[in-house]
Nanobody, 133 residues
Framework: QVELVETGGGLVQAGGSLRLSCASS????????VAWFRQLPGEEQEFVST?????????????YYSDSVEGRFTISRDNAQNAIYLQMNNLGPEDTGVYYC?????????????????????WGQGTLVNVSS
């Protein structure tokens, strides 16, 4: 069973950076696809980024980002630490919200499934990111 814990949220000024971490205290994340979602104030939870693990072993991992964070955020993983990260640069007040990491061991036929929150079985409790203007 995968149990995820996010850290790294906090208060930052606009234009600043934060690095969110997500550690698993249970099973390894090595053969899981992982993602970050966020919930902005007054809005539904939305997709931020995913890092897809390919079961064939011959394909390098695929990453996707939402349009709103493309070019500013970077998702990565450290298998030795059993953790995933979200490096967030050039933050703006519109990025303020609660950020969640998620993981799934399932392999989907289409990459589009990894953009959906119901595709993930393990979730962290969330970490608050507050960007001041």
């Amino acid at each position: 069973q995968v149990e995820l814990v996010e850290t790294g949220g906090g208060l930052v000024q606009a234009g600043g950076s934060l690095r969110l971490s997500c550690a698993s205290s249970g099973d390894t994340l090595t053969k899981s696809s992982v993602a970050w979602f966020r919930q902005l104030p007054g809005e539904e939870q939305e997709f931020v980024s995913t890092l897809i693990w390919h079961a064939d072993g011959a394909t390098s991992e695929t990453t996707y980002y939402s349009d709103s964070v493309e070019g500013r955020f970077t998702i990565s993983r450290d298998n030795a630490q059993n953790a995933i990260y979200l490096q967030m640069n050039n933050l703006g007040p519109e990025d303020t919200g609660v950020y969640y990491c998620a993981a799934t061991p399932l392999v989907y036929m289409s990459d589009s499934f990894y953009f959906r929150k119901d595709s993930y079985s393990a979730w962290g409790q969330g970490t608050l990111v507050n960007v001041s203007s």
